[in-house]
Nanobody, 121 residues
Framework: QVRLVESGGGLVQAGDSLRLSCAASGSIRDIGDMGWYRQAPGNQRELVAS???????NYADSVEGRFTISRDNAKNTEYLQMNKLKPEDTAVYYCNAAIGSWGSLALYTYWGQGTQVTVSS
C-alpha cells in the first residue's frame, strides 16, 4: 500500500537546475532515513544523497556543493535540488525511504519508480 512517486526529471542544459520530488503515500506510521540514488547505463546504482529523520545529510563527492537533499515531514516528501548540472549527472534517479506502516512493527525500504534526468552539453 505504501508507495513513492517521483517527479521533476527532464532534459536540461549543462549549468541548469532541476528539483526532484518524491512523495510517499499510503498507510504511513513513520518515515526514517530517505535518500536519492542514480544509475546510468552500464553503471552500478550509486548513492547520491541521504538524509536521516533528524535532518543529517550525506552526499556523494561528485555532487557535494551542487545538490541539496531535504525533506518535508508534514508532506511525507523528500526533495533533491540539483544545481549546476553536468552531463555526467545524466542518469535515472530513484528515491528511497525507510517507512513504517500501520500494522507493521518494522520499517522497510521502498523505492520510487525512477525519473530520467538528462543533461546536455
Amino acid at each position: 500500500q505504501v508507495r513513492l512517486v517521483e517527479s521533476g526529471g527532464g532534459l536540461v542544459q549543462a549549468g541548469d537546475s532541476l528539483r526532484l520530488s518524491c512523495a510517499a503515500s499510503g498507510s504511513i506510521r513513520d518515515i526514517g532515513d530517505m535518500g536519492w540514488y542514480r544509475q546510468a547505463p552500464g553503471n552500478q546504482r550509486e548513492l547520491v544523497a541521504s538524509i536521516t529523520s533528524g535532518g543529517r545529510t550525506n552526499y556523494a563527492d561528485s555532487v557535494e556543493g551542487r545538490f541539496t537533499i531535504s525533506r518535508d515531514n508534514a508532506k511525507n516528501t523528500e526533495y533533491l535540488q540539483m544545481n549546476k548540472l553536468k552531463p555526467e549527472d545524466t542518469a535515472v534517479y530513484y528515491c528511497n525511504a525507510a517507512i513504517g506502516s500501520w500494522g507493521s512493527l518494522a520499517l522497510y525500504t521502498y523505492w520510487g519508480q525512477g525519473t530520467q534526468v538528462t543533461v546536455s552539453s
